[in-house]
Structures are given as C-alpha cells and as structure tokens.
C-alpha cells in the first residue's frame, strides 16, 4: 500500500521525529511505499509559536498534489489540517493531550484556541490513535472511538557502543524547553555534587539558559543536537537517565534508556507512569518536586543493588514496545480501512 506520513518533524531526538522514522522503516521494510511529507521538506518559519502555523499552512497547500494515497497518518494536531486535504483514508495519531502542552507552552488562552481546533480536527479523521493511555483516556471521553497504540522501537538497531565520560554521570537528551521540565532540571544539576556530571543532550527554545548555566558550573554538560548514533552510547554509558517532564505522551528517550538498561528518574506525567512502575522499573517523583528527583538520582549513584534490579527490570519490560510488534498494530487499522 501507499502511506503518506505527515508530521511536524522526521529528524532528530524529539518523540515524534523517533516514531515517524522507526513506523517508516516498518512499513518499508514490509513491503510498503511511505512518503514522509515534514518541516525538513516543507518550508517553515523558524520562529518560536510560528513554526507549527507555518508548517500546517505549507503543508496544507502541498498535500494538494500527493496523489495515490491508500492511507495519510498524521502526527499530532499540526498534521490534522493537511490531512483533511490529502486524498486516502486518514489516520491521526495523538503523541500526548496536545490542548494541555500547547497550555504549559503558550498559556490559558493560547490552549483554549488549540483545544476548539483539536475537537475539530479529531473529526476528520477516519482513525485515531494514542500512544499513551493518558490520551487514549482523555480523547474517548470527549466521545471519539480511539485505539491505543503506543510509542515504539527498533530495539536490534540500537548503537552497542558505551560512552562514559565521567565517573558519575547522568544525562538528559530531548527538546530544551518548558513542557520538558528543562528549568527544574538546571535547579537540580546545580545543587549536584561537584562529583556528578550531567550531560544535557538536544535543542529548543530554552538552549541559551542551558548554556548559561553551563559557564556557572563545571558538572553541567551541554553537548547540543547529536545524531542518535552518538545518543546511544553516552546513555549507555550514563549511571542514571532523567526525564523531568511536566508533560510527556510515551517518550522515545525512555524506551532507549530501559533497552540500554540505564536507570530512569522521571517525573509522574503522561506516559510515564504507563511505561515505568515506580521502585521495579524505574523511580517516578511528582513533578514540581525538584528535591525529590534529585535526592532519587544521588540515592541512585550510591546503591547499585538496587540500579541493577530497575536496569534489568526494564529491559524486561521494553520488549513489548519493539516496533516488530507495534508496527503491526498500525497495519490492522491501515487494513480495516481498506
């Protein structure tokens, strides 16, 4: 079948970019015609709140000549309206509760707006998916028929490399702004030990105060966007991962971390609680608690008994949400539309 991806972004580390490329690869690999139409082939403005507008109006106007679709997934809300323009049977798929990121980003009333476009764009599709239970929850009961379908992937094709630059050494990698809790994260890294380094991996709109922090303290790390070849090992060669979201769908960089069996201290939002059980596989903390994360990491660096038992716990558990699984899920709605 021919399948026409519509997404804000297909490159780099963010969640959505990680999902488009491992559902791409699937269906590639299962015989399929995928085009991926995104920001890195769409023209954008590349101004914080102008980009996602920007993209959905080019976009928009480019699905107008993608013809022989047998199926158009898009990637979360800015998708949607370029989808409603695309010829085939329409798949949405929600990557958390876009009204309440869009509220934590932009404020109150900016989310009220987002949420009336949301309800509307919900009703063009012929399919909806979710990838946390969180929004599974949340959008059936606002009345529409959604399938939960989680985050995923490829587990084999993960780096085998390790990268330790330090002797305690933690790390972040993913989008530096608000909704990712990037502020409590530099609260924390600055009340760390001298001993523990924290590398911070990615870009965003936050990335100066990140730099900022970096000329105040030697253990602050900032290694910018890296390819995720150069992701892999120094997760794998980290002692804990963080992930201080205050809101989140089910996140790629937590799938990574629990494959490359690197203990997780993430906050109690979204998919997380959905992916990691507190104190089996994983330690979750409420997410304003900045005290209580950073107390969970050092407790960590200090009792390895019980980092290896959440390591190996959720490498366990990780393997349900290999894409050779989960790929086939997407494949049953593409076919009972057809």
């Avoid at 870009?203 to 150069?230: C, M, W």
């Amino acid at each position: 079948m021919q399948v026409l991806i519509i997404s804000p972004t297909q490159g780099g580390i963010g969640g959505i970019a990680q999902h488009v490329q491992g559902l791409s690869e699937f269906l590639m690999k299962n015989g399929h015609k995928v085009d991926v139409l995104s920001s890195e082939n769409t023209f954008t403005i590349p101004v914080k709140g102008l980009k996602n507008l920007s993209f959905m109006i080019s976009a928009f106007l480019k699905t107008k000549f993608k013809r022989g679709n047998d199926i158009v997934h898009a990637h979360n809300l800015p998708s949607a309206l370029p989808m409603k323009n695309a010829a085939g049977k329409k798949v949405l798929t929600l990557h958390g509760i876009y009204s309440k990121q869009i509220d934590v980003l932009h404020g109150k009333t900016t989310g009220k707006l987002s949420a009336s476009y949301e309800k509307d764009a919900l009703y063009w599709a012929d399919a909806i998916t979710a990838i946390s239970k969180e929004a599974f929850d949340y959008y059936t009961k606002l009345g529409f028929k959604v399938h939960h379908i989680p985050n995923a992937l490829n587990i084999s094709s993960l780096p085998t490399q390790i990268e330790r630059r330090y002797e305690k050494q933690v790390i972040y990698a993913g989008r530096l702004s608000r909704e990712k809790g990037i502020l409590n994260l530099l609260n924390m890294a600055e009340n760390f030990p001298s001993d523990v380094h924290v590398l911070i991996l990615g870009s965003g709109p936050d990335e100066d105060l990140v730099k900022k922090a970096t000329k105040t303290k030697q253990n602050i790390h900032f290694l910018g966007y890296q390819p995720r070849e150069k992701i892999i090992p120094l997760i794998r060669g980290s002692d804990v991962l963080i992930q201080p979201s205050l809101a989140e769908g089910v996140s790629s960089t937590l799938l990574e971390a629990m494959a490359c069996k690197t203990p997780i201290v993430a906050t109690k939002v979204g998919g997380n609680v959905e992916v990691i059980e507190h104190d089996k596989s994983g330690i979750l903390v409420d997410a304003e608690s900045c005290q209580n994360m950073a107390a969970s990491v050092l407790d960590l660096l200090s009792d390895k008994e019980k980092a290896e038992k959440l390591r190996e716990e959720s490498f366990r558990r990780v393997q349900k949400y290999d894409w050779s699984h989960v790929g086939n899920l997407y494949l049953n709605i593409y076919e009972s539309l057809l």
